[in-house]
């Protein structure tokens, strides 16, 4: 075959589809995959120092190497809860039924408003002069003063509410996913709604369930607004990404902020590797029972 | 959960279901049957007929409306279907994808909570049976069709259930296949000696494997027999149709004799066998194609045409036979016939079926 001939073929097969690619390329090249290795170069140019000191200054410093601790512990139980909480509820709400769109619309509320707003809301309510303080007063249930505010409980319920919706709804869709008449053949064999959860939906759901909470924890552990607004910023609630905006906005250091961000998302990586890890070791092939 | 009974009885079993305009409608509407122990039993229909959600009530995976289901002196139609302990093949096989096929087919074992030293010869007995030996540690992913069809079988027997449903297992298969698997089927209800209700849309399934056939229309039970007399005195025009009788002629009733019915068209005079109490003097007439012979011209119950069209089949013809006034009929004649040819075509007293009209 000539080179000429093996020329119209390859661009017989060319998919000009394939062109609806280029924007998307372009705005990951231009917005995430430039700015990433700006900053990686920046954060070896420190102010002072070798080309490492601010990746040594970041874990010798008191108020600065703690922070991943400190944003992992309120990452790590909101993600958790977070999707421990949205797989029984998607699981009781799989089948279509007149209550399930109901039940959604107000779980998935909170993905409406935005963080500030939550935390306003959380203010008034849960603060020491809340309506939760006033109402367990009223009925003596509680008498001394709560502190759901300022803390990192605050932070913590704050990630929970806006987080949630999203585990639910990512949950919900891969519960939906399986074929129902897999749980119906289980229960023809002998298996309750329990073992039917435990047997077919749990090993199917798995891989699915590693991706919802790769997602949500890499949301959680970026948490910025409600770590202020609700949180103590100065003490239990100094999570990385403030670390971050301090360097960068109040010294002015944008290598150190560069590097502080560069292990804010090294410990992500590290997280949402062995995740996705663990889901090789499940099943993750099609969630259909035959032929359809 | 029973291991064995002796009859199953569905008592005017009913399922209504929200229909169009939210007006409810009934899917199944007083279904009663009774089922003896290793019989083998087909509902057969169009889709739509109700036989799936009688399958499925059957099975515990839909309420009733109304109506009850007895397993001997057992009412079981409160019990969840996983209490009823009934194997079920699905139409689209419904294997776990995630387990191996060995672990399909113990899965109701392990749910019983068998010890795994009893589990593991009694799922290579049922591999044995549906011929799947060697397959046991594949994915149903890894099966073709046909194989994953008998280990949704296997799945299902391998629990020896008191009684076996099946929703039209062999719909997803090709010809041959299916042909194959049916003979598995029949072979495997013997040796089980289990009931079996196996819902299908096809006549010829229901007729080669039942015992008896239950034929429904619109939710509603319209003949209940042995295959020969499904197949041969079809109860009203609906079962006659669906039976394969593709000639159905509406024609003035001449005279009654007893069982016998002459009637007539323009150019048709049939004599045939009143099948049910005829009104007025208009009747159906129903005929089977294979049941008409082409032959010589003259005597009763000859009818004269011109071949309109032929469809070569191997062995014979099927041959649409015109007659002057334009009745059409369907006729299986030798295959030296040609499109053209006038024919005359006859059929025998005792297999022209006549119904009232419609």
């Known amino acids: 075959m000539s080179a000429a001939a093996a020329d119209t073929i390859a661009r017989a097969r060319f998919d000009r589809a394939l062109l609806l690619?280029?924007?998307?390329?372009?705005?990951?090249?231009?917005?995430?995959?430039?700015?990433?290795?700006?900053?990686?170069?920046?954060?070896?140019?420190?102010?002072?120092?070798?080309w490492l000191a601010n990746y040594l200054h970041f874990f010798t410093?008191?108020?600065?190497?703690?922070t991943i601790w400190i944003t992992l512990k309120l990452a790590l139980p909101a993600t958790l809860i977070n999707v421990g909480l949205a797989l029984p509820i998607a699981y009781a709400m799989r089948r279509k039924s007149r209550y399930q769109r109901i039940v959604t619309t107000i779980l998935v509320v909170p993905i409406t408003l935005g963080t500030v707003l939550i935390a306003e809301g959380m203010l008034l309510y849960f603060g020491p002069k809340g309506w939760l303080?006033?109402?367990?007063?009223?009925?003596?249930?509680?008498?001394?003063?709560?502190?759901?505010?300022?803390?990192?409980?605050?932070?913590?319920?704050?990630?929970?509410?806006?987080?949630?919706?999203?585990?639910?709804?990512?949950?919900?869709?891969?519960?939906?996913?399986?074929?129902?008449?897999?749980?119906?053949?289980?229960?023809?064999?002998?298996?309750?709604?329990?073992?039917?959860?435990?047997?077919?939906?749990?090993?199917?759901?798995?891989?699915?369930?590693?991706?919802?909470?790769?997602?949500?924890?890499?949301?959680?552990?970026?948490?910025?607004?409600?770590?202020?607004?609700?949180?103590?910023?100065?003490?239990?609630?100094?999570?990385?990404?403030?670390?971050?905006?301090?360097?960068?906005?109040?010294?002015?250091?944008?290598?150190?902020?560069s590097a502080i961000a560069m292990i804010m998302g090294f410990v992500q990586l590290i997280i949402v590797a062995a995740v996705l890890g663990l889901r090789n070791l499940f099943y993750r092939g099609p969630v259909s029972g035959g032929k359809g | 959960m029973k291991h064995d009974f002796s009859e199953l009885r569905l008592d005017r079993v009913t399922r209504k279901f929200a229909g169009a305009g939210g007006k409810a409608f009934n899917a199944l509407d007083e279904l009663t049957l009774t089922v003896k122990r290793g019989e083998f039993i087909a509902l057969l229909g169009p889709s739509g007929c109700g036989k799936s959600t009688a399958l499925n009530c059957i099975a515990g995976l839909l309420d009733l409306s109304g109506g009850g289901i007895w397993l001997d002196e057992l009412r079981i139609d409160t019990l969840p279907p996983e209490k009823?302990?009934?194997?079920?093949?699905?139409?689209?096989?419904?294997?776990?994808?995630?387990m191996s096929v060995e672990r399909n087919i113990g899965f109701g074992l392990r749910m019983r909570n068998l010890p795994s030293a009893e589990i593991a010869p009694r799922v290579e007995r049922a591999l044995k049976l549906v011929q799947l030996v060697g397959q046991a540690h594949k994915l149903p992913g890894q099966l073709s069709g046909g194989q994953q069809q008998r280990v949704a079988i296997a799945r299902a027997i391998v629990v020896e259930p008191p009684l076996i449903l099946m929703d039209e297992p062999l719909s997803n298969l090709d010809a041959k296949l299916r042909i194959e698997t049916r003979a598995e089927i029949r072979r495997i209800h013997r040796e089980l000696d289990r009931a079996t209700i196996y819902v299908t849309h096809d006549q010829d399934e229901a007729l080669s494997l039942a015992d008896r056939i239950v034929v429904m229309k619109d939710g509603a039970v319209q003949q209940i027999g042995a295959p020969p007399e499904v197949y041969g005195q079809p109860a009203n025009l609906a079962v006659a149709r669906f039976m394969g009788y593709r000639n159905v002629l509406t024609?003035?009733?001449?005279?009654?004799?007893?069982?016998?019915?002459?009637?007539?068209?323009?150019?048709?005079?049939?004599?045939?066998?009143?099948?049910?109490?005829?009104?007025?003097?208009?009747?159906?007439?129903?005929?089977?194609?294979?049941?008409?012979?082409?032959?010589?011209?003259?005597?009763?119950n000859t009818i004269a045409g011109r071949v309109d069209n032929v469809e070569y089949c191997g062995r014979d013809a099927l041959l649409d036979v015109v007659t002057a006034s334009g009745t059409l009929l369907h006729v299986r004649g030798p295959v030296s016939i040609r499109r053209e040819d006038e024919v005359h075509v006859r059929v025998p007293v005792e297999r022209v079926l006549v119904y009232p009209a419609e």
Not at chain 1, 25 to 38: R, S, T
Not at chain 2, 264 to 282: F, I, N, S
Request: net charge negative; glycine share 8%; hydrophobic share 50%.
């Open chain 1, 21 to 50: 690619v280029v924007p998307a390329a372009a705005f990951m090249l231009i917005l995430f995959v430039y700015p990433f290795l700006y900053g990686l170069w920046l954060s070896f140019q420190p102010k002072e120092g070798g």
């Open chain 1, 133 to 257: 303080s006033h109402f367990l007063q009223l009925v003596h249930l509680y008498d001394g003063p709560i502190r759901l505010t300022h803390n990192y409980w605050g932070v913590l319920i704050s990630l929970v509410i806006s987080g949630f919706p999203f585990a639910f709804l990512l949950i919900l869709s891969y519960m939906t996913g399986i074929d129902p008449v897999l749980a119906r053949a289980a229960a023809t064999l002998g298996a309750d709604p329990r073992a039917q959860f435990r047997h077919i939906y749990l090993p199917l759901l798995a891989p699915g369930l590693a991706m919802c909470f790769c997602l949500a924890f890499v949301q959680a552990f970026s948490v910025f607004p409600s770590a202020v607004l609700l949180g103590s910023p100065a003490g239990p609630t100094r999570v990385i990404s403030i670390a971050a905006y301090e360097a960068a906005f109040e010294q002015y250091d944008y290598s150190l902020a």
């Open chain 1, 61 to 66: 410093t008191d108020n600065l190497y703690p």
């Open chain 2, 84 to 98: 009823r302990g009934f194997g079920m093949v699905f139409q689209n096989y419904a294997l776990f994808p995630h």
């Open chain 2, 251 to 300: 024609l003035d009733v001449a005279g009654l004799d007893g069982d016998r019915v002459s009637v007539a068209g323009p150019d048709v005079a049939l004599t045939g066998m009143r099948m049910q109490p005829l009104v007025g003097h208009r009747a159906a007439v129903a005929i089977r194609p294979e049941e008409i012979v082409v032959s010589a011209p003259g005597g009763a």
